[in-house]
Every structure is written in C-alpha cells, then in structure tokens.
C-alpha cells in the first residue's frame, strides 16, 4: 500500500475525528484519532502521510496518518518566535 501525503484542513478535538485535503485531489479523507501514529495532538496545517483504507463499515477512512516531523519543529519554531 502506497503513502499520500497531506494536511489537516479539520480537526474536532471533542470528537476526536478531521479531515485530510490531498494536492490535486478535490476529495477530503476522513481521520479518526485512533489512526493518529503520533503522542502529539492533531493541529490544522500539519502535514502528514497515511494510506487509504475503510473502517469497519467499509467507509472510506485515512488509515496510519502519521505527522512529518519537519512541520511539527516548525510549528513549535513559531509560535516561540510570537512571544519575543
């Protein structure tokens, strides 16, 4: 199975599920938390990879998303740089 890249373009933190926009892809894939690979929480704008895959009820679903560390040291690198 094939990684995609993408960004979070949703994420509900009370009910633990957002969304995946993909480059030349007009289709958003659906993440639930429990396929987060990661101890950090999801942020809107990060970048991640993951495989296409379905739930239990067959329904499409982004499977293994895994953030790329670059963007989370950026993040962290902003929002240090607001506070000075």
């Not at 990060?46 to 499409?60: A, C």
């Amino acid at each position: 199975m094939q990684e995609i890249k993408g960004k979070i373009k949703k994420y509900d933190r009370e009910k633990a599920f957002g969304w995946l926009e993909v480059e030349n892809d007009v289709k958003l894939r659906f993440f639930h938390i429990s396929q987060w690979e990661s101890t950090s929480v999801p942020t809107v704008g990060q970048i991640v990879v993951f495989r296409d895959g379905f739930d239990m009820k067959r329904r499409p679903q982004a499977l293994k998303v895994t953030p790329i560390e670059s963007t989370v040291v950026k993040a962290t690198e902003s929002s240090n740089a607001g506070g000075r």
